[in-house]
Nanobody
Framework: VQLVESGGGLVEPGGSLRVSCAAS????????MSWFRQAPGKEREGVAVIYTGADSTYYAESAKGRFTISQDYARNTVYLEMNSLRPEDTAVYYCFDVGLGVWGQGTQVTVSS
């Protein structure tokens, strides 16, 4: 399986952005998918998880109420909708297939005026 993120960019504080993670290869199975992020000089941290099949989700405290993780099974794509963005959300965002232990290459999100 290969994971490819897209949709990152520059957004002003308070703005919104949606990043995507498209899976290709040995898809077809249901796996738990997650989003992580890594800011400069900081460790990678978990942001959100979606438990495929159950469609239940989990969010880090920093993401609760602002971010939404979702999955389009037909497109083999996982999304992270981010609202009310803050400068401290600036980071490289990575998707991670928990079941296969596969990471994407990351997409940069910069929140700045």
């Amino acid at each position: 399986v290969q994971l490819v993120e897209s949709g990152g960019g520059l957004v002003e504080p308070g703005g919104s952005l949606r990043v995507s993670c498209a899976a290709s290869g040995a898809t077809g199975s249901t796996y738990t998918m997650s989003w992580f992020r890594q800011a400069p000089g900081k460790e990678r941290e978990g942001v959100a998880v979606i438990y495929t099949g159950a469609d239940s989700t989990y969010y880090a405290e920093s993401a609760k109420g602002r971010f939404t993780i979702s999955q389009d099974y037909a497109r083999n794509t996982v999304y992270l909708e981010m609202n009310s963005l803050r400068p401290e959300d600036t980071a490289v965002y990575y998707c991670f297939d928990v079941g296969l232990g596969v990471w994407g290459q990351g997409t940069q999100v910069t929140v700045s005026s």
